[in-house]
């Protein structure tokens, strides 16, 4: 079965401009998470979905985050203006429902480079 | 938030070493789980605990769930080139799913040739 699969792997974009991270969540799975890795800080949470629905973007930094789930097996986050603080690898995960909910299955993670 | 301190934050070891590290708490947990990160790539699920006092084994990979459900640990047993990666803990207080799981910031292991 495929995993989380995300998609760019590797992204530089220039300060200012807008970026869009994709991710496709396991089939069957109905949470959906965004993470942030830093060196300085680990993983941060960003926002998470269930069934579609965010639920809780009290980890989103500022404005210029959003995060979208049109759909069961489709979300983006989106960053607008970038910043080179944006900086991080950004990793999409999935759970499923029920027994074995608290466990996340991580993408590969986007690395982002803004200059 | 809450806060998980892990250590130690770097091991170099070498090959063949078994290897120790610790997640401790502030607050009780009634989940622990540990991941795995391979240069490159996201965490991946290692061991899942979810009473105090249990152990639990994964090949040369053992857990543990602390009684005071303060704290966790994992130990990997003869260590080979393969086992380098990050190893993160992480917490989670209530009941409910992996939105209540904290995570710590990881211990690097790196093993000397």
């Known amino acids: 079965d495929a995993g989380v699969i995300q998609s760019p792997r590797h992204e530089v974009t220039e300060m200012g401009q807008e970026v869009t991270l994709r991710c496709k969540p396991i089939?069957?799975?109905?949470?959906l998470f965004w993470y942030r890795q830093t060196m300085m800080r680990g993983l941060e949470l960003l926002i998470y979905f269930n069934n579609n629905v965010p639920i809780d973007d009290s980890g989103m930094p500022e404005d210029r985050f959003s995060a979208k789930m049109p759909n069961a097996s489709f979300s983006t986050l989106k960053i607008q203006p970038s910043e080179p603080r944006d900086s991080a690898v950004y990793f999409c995960?999935?759970?499923?429902?029920?027994?074995?909910?608290?466990?996340?299955?991580f993408g590969s993670g986007t690395q982002l480079s803004v200059l | 938030g809450q806060q998980l301190n892990q250590s130690p934050q770097s091991m170099f070891i070498q090959e063949g070493e078994d290897v120790s590290m610790n997640c401790t708490s502030s607050s009780i947990f009634n989940t622990w789980l540990w991941y795995k990160q391979d240069p490159g790539e996201g965490p991946v699920l290692l061991i899942a605990?979810?009473?105090?006092?249990e152990l639990t084994s994964n090949g040369r990979l053992t857990a543990q769930f602390g009684i005071t459900r303060k704290d966790s640990f994992l130990n990997i047993s003869a260590s080979i080139p393969s086992d380098v990666g990050i190893y993160f803990c992480a917490g989670r207080r209530t009941g409910g799913g992996a939105d209540g799981l904290t995570f710590g910031k990881g211990t690097h292991l790196i093993i000397q040739p």
């Open positions: 605990l979810y009473k105090a006092g």
């Open positions: 995960a999935s759970s499923p429902v029920g027994a074995g909910s608290e466990k996340l299955f």
């Open positions: 089939s069957g799975h109905n949470s």
